[in-house]
C-alpha cells in the first residue's frame, strides 16, 4: 500500500543547513511536494518536484530525489530561528489525492 | 482575507454528541477535502469532493459524514462524537493545474476535544 515515512524529529543550530528525509512506495507518483506547518496554522507549500526531476533549488531550499531508492529530501541552507516548524512531504498519487508523511518537527537552536 | 477559513477554530464536546465543522473557500477551486492530523500519525484523508455533486470516502471515513452545500462550502459532521476523534481537522482545496500538480491549500484548522 501506499506509505510515505518521515524521522519525527530534527534539531540544529541556527546557520547550519538542515536536511529533512522522506521515504515512499509508490514509484507512480508524479509529483513530490514539501509542506510547512507552523505552530496553530494550517500547511503551506513550500516547494514542490516533478517526478522526472533529481534537484530542484528555490533560495535557500533545495528538494533531492532519487527515484530508484524512493527517497526524497529537503535541505534548508543557513536555516534560521523562524524555519522552526514541521515539514510534510507528500505524494501524489494519480490527480486525486495526496498521502502524507508523519511530520518531521524542525527545532532551530539560537 | 484568508482564502479558506474554517469554523470553529476550536471546540470541546462530549461523547454522543454531533458536531459539525465547516469550511468555506473563495479561491473558486472545484475540489476540496478533510484531513486529520493525529501526532507522529501526518494527515489522514477523510473525504473529498471534486464538485458539487461529487463525494468520495477517504482513507478514514468511518464515523464522519460530509456535505458539498455549494463550490465554496464544505462541511464535516460527526454523528455521534467519540474520543477517539479527537484530533486537529483541516479543510483543503484544489484545482488541477495544467501539468497534472495536485498542489492544496489548506485552511488553519478545527481541534476538536471530545470528551
Known amino acids: 500500500g501506499e506509505d510515505v515515512e518521515q524521522s519525527l524529529f530534527l534539531s540544529v543550530r541556527e546557520g547550519d543547513s538542515s536536511v529533512i528525509n522522506c521515504t515512499y512506495t509508490?514509484?507512480?507518483?508524479?509529483?513530490l511536494y514539501w509542506y510547512k506547518q507552523e505552530p496553530g496554522a494550517g500547511l503551506q507549500l513550500l516547494t514542490y518536484?516533478?517526478?522526472?526531476?533529481d534537484m530542484k533549488q528555490d533560495q535557500r531550499l533545495t528538494v533531492l530525489l532519487n527515484k530508484k531508492d524512493k527517497h526524497l529530501s529537503l535541505r534548508i541552507a543557513d536555516t534560521q530561528t523562524g524555519d522552526s516548524a514541521i515539514y510534510f512531504c507528500?505524494?501524489?498519487?494519480?490527480?486525486?489525492?495526496?498521502?502524507f508523511g508523519t511530520g518531521t518537527l524542525l527545532a532551530v537552536q539560537p | 482575507d484568508a482564502d479558506v477559513t474554517q469554523t470553529p477554530r476550536n471546540r470541546i464536546t462530549k461523547t454522543g454528541k454531533r458536531i459539525m465543522l465547516e469550511c468555506s473557500q473563495t479561491?473558486?477551486?472545484?475540489?476540496m477535502y478533510w484531513y486529520r492530523q493525529d501526532p507522529g500519525l501526518g494527515l489522514r484523508l477523510i473525504y473529498y469532493?471534486?464538485?458539487?455533486?461529487?463525494?468520495n470516502k477517504g482513507e478514514i471515513s468511518d464515523g464522519y459524514s460530509v456535505s458539498r452545500q455549494a463550490q465554496a462550502k464544505f462541511s464535516l459532521s460527526l454523528e455521534s462524537a467519540i474520543p477517539n476523534q479527537t484530533a486537529l481537522y483541516f479543510c483543503?482545496?484544489?484545482?488541477?493545474?495544467?501539468?497534472?500538480?495536485?498542489?492544496?491549500?489548506f485552511g488553519p484548522g478545527t481541534r476538536l476535544t471530545v470528551l
Open positions: 483543503a482545496t484544489s484545482e488541477p493545474g495544467t501539468s497534472g500538480s495536485n498542489e492544496q491549500f
Open positions: 509508490d514509484s507512480s507518483s508524479t509529483y
Open positions: 518536484i516533478f517526478s522526472n526531476m
Open positions: 507528500a505524494e501524489s498519487i494519480g490527480p486525486n489525492k495526496l498521502i
Open positions: 479561491k473558486g477551486h472545484d475540489r
Open positions: 469532493s471534486f464538485d458539487v455533486k461529487d463525494i
